[in-house]
């Protein structure tokens, strides 16, 4: 039982460089998340989907980019990455969305 | 803005101690609440929830919490904590749209054997 699977685990990326957080869950839930994690400021919501084809801003979206690509996968993308988004990114995913979020072992990204 | 207050950043017991952690929140409407544990190098997990009916629920490891609405807290608490209780710890509340959760800032654990 997988769960919420996140890939890559770590990632060390320049100033610039773009690349793409995949999330898939195989518990067949409808809301997917985001969150980055930083010392001290607990976890933040980056975006959400709360069904499939629907995405939505969180509290942090600004640089990212996200795509439900369909009920099991969420992606998050960085166009353009900057030393501010050196952090460790989780995906969740519940059924209903008040419902308990389960979280994936997460992906440490430093950008350089 | 709906935010939620965690009122301790580092926490340090001996084991057999008791634990209090405190949680505050700010939107006073209907919520879920729930507390997430993260061991070191781990993912978060949960440790107990609310949704409604008795204020007063029990988690894994012994763990409890309160939901008290007149002051919009949850504070959990363990009578009497372990090393392996060593973690950090987040409140968690959902947002007033019900669509997602705003977590608290953490609370780190440290347990002395």
């Known amino acids: 039982n997988a769960g919420v699977t996140q890939t890559p685990k770590f990632q060390v990326l320049k100033t610039g460089q773009s690349m793409t957080l995949q999330c898939a869950q195989d518990m067949n839930h409808n809301s997917m998340y985001w969150y980055r994690q930083d010392p001290g400021m607990g976890l933040r919501l980056i975006y959400y989907s709360a069904s499939e084809g629907t995405t939505d801003k969180g509290e942090v979206p600004n640089g990212y980019n996200v795509s439900r690509l369909n009920k099991r996968e969420f992606s998050l993308r960085l166009e353009s990455a900057a030393p501010s988004q050196t952090s460790v990114y989780f995906c969740a995913s519940n059924l209903d969305r008040s419902d308990i979020q389960y979280f994936g072992a997460g992906t440490r990204l430093s950008v350089l | 803005a709906q935010s939620v207050s965690q009122h301790n950043h580092h926490v340090i017991l001996s084991e057999a101690a008791s634990l209090e952690l405190g949680c505050n929140y700010s939107?006073?409407?209907?919520?879920?609440l729930f507390w997430y544990v993260q061991y070191p190098g781990q993912h978060l997990q949960l440790l107990l929830k609310?949704?409604?009916?008795?204020?007063l629920v029990k988690g894994i490891k012994g763990f409890e919490a309160e939901f008290i609405k007149s002051k919009f807290s949850f504070n959990l608490r363990k009578p009497s904590v372990q090393w392996s209780d060593t973690a950090e710890y987040f409140c968690a509340v959902t947002n007033q749209a019900g669509t997602a959760l705003i977590f608290g800032k953490g609370t780190t654990l440290s347990v002395s054997s």
């Open positions: 939107y006073g409407g209907t919520v879920n």
């Open positions: 609310y949704f409604s009916g008795d204020p």
